[in-house]
């Protein structure tokens, strides 16, 4: 029922514009190396290996040898690609084959007497490492860590090392995903493309789960005992290796600590080891009144673990982070957590892509992305389809969204028992590394969509079970053995009933018409403007919808997906995201935020009541006005006369806040009648408030965008600072707009950037980043930090420049040092220069160009009113 008052008077209040958060969060997440957290005073000491790789892409002979000379190689750091790609470039058009690192590095002498660990956390394809010219390991597979130990291979402190790295991201049958990248609906994104640390311990030390291959141990390993709201028990495994020749006895402290910083628990243990011997040290620690993990509230607490010698001294010691708290899958009463039935889980996929730098993602953006996310509503996600970086699982913990851990795999299957056996080792190693998230909710230990043999499906889920006692599985229905024997089945709501299990929807939204062409309406590129980013909000809102049946049994379901990413069989990327590959939003993303409750509160992410007018008040714009808002009604007030209100169209079951759409409240040859001939522009205007109880929340104003005038630079971080190690890097986001600010959604402009300072641009003309076309109002460039923490500055001007262009705009910022130490003989060249020399001179002032503009308007009015 629509409401109509003329003439109604609105008093403007001083509120947000939506989304309801004012400002940017400043704040820094701890990262995390080689699984653990830091512990100040441990004895163990952790340091940045990214910087001074020297790099070619290429097969080339002898680069392993010592006496090679790699002067001419260009020196980067990781992460790192071994080839950008443009924003579109989807289909197969990135670099397969061979790429070489070789890193020249000293032993600092502080580090005598030490084990000193290379860790990588991943690496695409098959990597071969070599030290001083010897092979030392061969590792397979792109997803997952592996590392050298310096010492036990005669280096001391104060050697001259060399470190080479020969990756492969061609494709290989013998090992997963093993299918073949020109039939992938992903893509083989070669380099280091994750960290590398370098860790030094004591000969005395806690152990690296992947490393040690124990079941069920290794590191440390968090065990939950009862957990109600009173008090909760936790087992804390610790695993421990003697490497010394001769035997120690040890002490291991434990102790829990809260958000605040206080110790809520403590226990010690002692331990004797011999010679090259490890064990395992279990302690319990009991927590009254705990705070317990939910995705609403996601409470953490840090276990530090010290070791020490019998006087005190310390050893080695590391922080693991955890979250207290306890799922049950109960069937066709759904999913229970902490003792309470859970709400619907609602969110998405996660493919790790992103525009132009492939998977070699800074940790900074993979907080960024998993912000988004939350702040897009989203309470799992469901990675695709491999484990993701850890910085993305330690975000996931922090901004309380429950994931579901994939094996690397999608559609292939591989007869050859050796193949088996790799995925079962990823299966462990996976567990390993990520099973002390609090935000795992399952694992998904077989290969995605895939005809595999029962055996197969019972040994995996008897591995995941011996790995992680009583954590739960989750597969596709039909595929062998899951329906009969896994915790949790992927299906449909229709499914409930037909099934004992609980039922998750892994992927909904997709609307293809075939596989080959793959039309839909759920897949809108930004750069195609307002009415597909509508209909595809629109496609994406009615499948959100049938994600909520009333029947409990059906816990939830993940979007495909997120993000536009590239896709190795497709000529076109995927465009189905709610963001695109550099996160700027769509329409459906605020869709998506529409159904986060206005309640729901988190310091570290922008919430609160909000509303988003999927309208740009252009010539071709809809007669409909489409609104999306987490409020009870809106009040739209139309061009300052009249006022429409609505109630949001709720229903029960169904999703939580639906669309409201104003029918038939805009004709573009109606508006532009105030403008034009009436000088009452300022009136052309859609006001939206959002109402609560009756009362007004949050209110947002959109005009129509006149001639481009300016440019506009923002710094998209999700309120992190730049890093300077050399590899983070923030988008800065060039837009379009008016006199006053409004974007001008159909300019189309190519953006020009320049940078001075501590910063480079990533990428050139040869891929569209610079310059970069303005899609739908806007142009991105990704800003990467030097190794020196200081100034920058960017500059974006339009390419060709001239009285009446848009004016340039200047953005400032500063890098921040890095929290970890950066080893490196040879730091990266920072190249800041453009091939474009064209610079304009203007000659008008703005006083004159106004008076020109005026005369223009005035004979144009006078004409047009002549000819009426």
């Not at 990214?50 to 040898?65: C, L, Q, S, Y």
């Not at 009249?642 to 573009?668: A, C, E, H, S, W």
């Not at 600072?721 to 050399?726: E, F, P, S, V, Y």
Request: charged letters at 25%; aromatic letters at 10%; proline letters at 5%.
């Amino acid at each position: 029922m629509i409401k109509r008052l003329t003439l109604f008077t609105v008093s403007f209040f001083l509120m947000s514009i939506c989304p309801c958060f004012s400002g940017q969060i400043e704040y820094q997440p701890k990262i995390s190396a080689g699984g653990f957290y830091d512990l100040k005073n441990s004895d163990r000491k952790v340091f940045n290996f990214n910087v001074g790789w020297r790099f070619h892409k290429g097969d080339i002979p002898n680069a392993e040898t010592t006496e090679f000379n790699d002067s001419n190689w260009n020196i980067v750091s990781t992460p790192h690609t071994v080839q950008l790609m443009p924003a579109e470039a989807s289909g197969s058009r990135n670099y397969q084959g061979v790429a070489w690192y070789r890193k020249h590095f000293t032993v600092n002498k502080d580090l005598k007497n030490r084990l000193i660990n290379i860790y990588f956390e991943a690496a695409m394809g098959k990597s071969t490492v070599y030290l001083n010219g010897k092979e030392i390991l061969t590792h397979l597979g792109g997803y997952l860590p592996f590392s050298i130990e310096l010492t036990q291979l005669g280096i001391k402190a104060g050697d001259e090392c060399l470190i080479a790295v020969k990756t492969d991201n061609s494709d290989d049958k013998n090992f997963p995903p093993g299918k073949k990248q020109t039939t992938l609906d992903f893509t083989y994104h070669g380099g280091i493309y994750r960290d590398v640390w370098m860790i030094a311990t004591s000969k005395t030390f806690i152990t690296d789960p992947n490393k040690t291959n124990k079941v069920a141990g290794g590191g440390i390993f968090v065990q939950f005992g009862d957990i109600c709201k009173t008090k909760a028990e936790l087992i804390i495994n610790t695993d421990i290796h003697n490497a010394d020749t001769k035997g120690k006895t040890i002490i291991i402290h434990q102790k829990l600590v809260d958000k605040n910083g206080q110790a809520v628990a403590v226990s010690q243990g002692k331990l004797s080891l011999k010679a090259d011997e490890s064990k395992n040290n279990a302690q319990k620690l009991l927590v009254k009144h705990p705070l317990l993990w939910h995705p609403d509230s996601p409470n953490l607490y840090s276990i530090e673990t010290l070791i020490t010698d019998s006087k005190g001294n310390a050893i080695d010691g590391v922080t693991t982070r955890t979250g207290i708290r306890k799922i049950e899958f109960r069937g066709k009463d759904g999913l229970w957590l902490n003792g309470e039935p859970c709400d619907k889980l609602i969110g998405g996929n996660r493919h790790q892509d992103y525009a132009y730098v492939g998977n070699a993602v800074p940790n900074s953006q993979h907080w960024r992305d998993a912000k988004k996310l939350r702040e897009a509503g989203c309470r799992i996600i469901r990675v695709a389809h491999y484990p993701q970086d850890p910085s993305f699982m330690d975000a996931c913990d922090e901004l309380g969204m429950f994931v579901i851990v994939a094996t690397p795999g999608w559609q292939y299957w591989n007869k050859d028992p050796q193949f088996a056996e790799l995925v079962y080792d990823d299966i462990r190693n996976m567990i390993r590394r990520d099973r002390n998230h609090p935000s795992v909710l399952m694992w998904e230990p077989i290969l995605n969509e895939t005809r595999f043999p029962l055996e197969f499906s019972l040994k995996a889920q008897q591995i995941t079970h011996q790995e992680m006692p009583g954590s739960s599985c989750a597969a596709d229905n039909h595929s062998a053995g899951v329906a009969e024997n896994y915790e949790v089945v992927y299906g449909w709501p229709k499914d409930t009933g037909s099934y004992k299990q609980c039922i998750f929807t892994r992927e909904f939204g997709e609307n293809v018409d075939d596989w080959y062409a793959h039309n839909t309406n759920n897949r809108a590129s930004r750069s195609w403007g307002e009415t597909p980013l509508l209909i595809q909000s629109l496609q994406l809102a009615k499948a959100y919808n049938e994600m909520y049946p009333a029947s409990r049994q059906f816990i939830g379901g993940a979007l495909w997906h997120p993000f536009d990413h590239q896709r190795g069989y497709h000529p076109d990327p995927y465009w189905g995201g709610i963001m695109d590959a550099f996160r700027q939003p769509k329409y459906s993303y605020y869709m998506f935020k529409s159904q986060v409750p206005a309640t729901f509160s988190n310091p570290l992410l922008e919430t609160g009541p909000m509303l988003f007018i999927a309208h740009e008040i252009s010539p071709f714009s809809s007669s409909d006005v489409t609104i999306f808002t987490n409020c009870d009604e809106v009040r739209l007030i139309v061009y300052e006369k009249d006022t429409l209100i609505q109630k949001v169209p709720r229903t029960n079951p169904g999703m939580p806040n639906p669309p409201v759409t104003f029918k038939n409240v805009y004709d573009f040859n109606q508006m532009r009648v105030l403008p034009y001939v009436e000088k009452k522009w300022q009136q052309v205007s859609f006001i939206a408030e959002g109402l609560i109880n009756g009362k007004v929340v949050c209110r947002e104003k959109k005009m129509p965008s006149r001639r481009s005038a300016k440019l506009r630079l923002s710094i998209d971080n999700a309120g992190q600072h730049l890093t300077a190690n050399g590899a983070d890097f923030i988008p800065v986001i060039c837009e379009v707009t008016d006199d006053d600010g409004n974007v001008r959604r159909l300019a189309k402009e190519q953006i020009l950037f320049s940078v001075e300072g501590e910063g480079e641009i990533i990428g050139d003309a040869i891929i569209g980043a610079n310059p970069r076309t303005v899609e739908f109002g806007s142009a991105p460039v990704l800003i990467r930090s030097t190794t020196t923490a200081g100034k920058i500055k960017v500059k974006a001007r339009v390419l060709f420049e001239g009285e009446h262009a848009p004016t340039p705009a200047v953005i400032e910022f500063e890098s921040v040092p890095s929290d970890f130490q950066l080893i490196y003989n040879e730091k990266p060249r920072t190249v800041n220069k453009s091939s474009y020399s064209f610079d304009y001179q203007r000659q008008l002032s703005e006083e004159d160009k106004q008076k020109a503009l005026n005369e223009v308007e005035l004979q144009q009015t006078e004409f047009g009113e002549k000819n009426q």
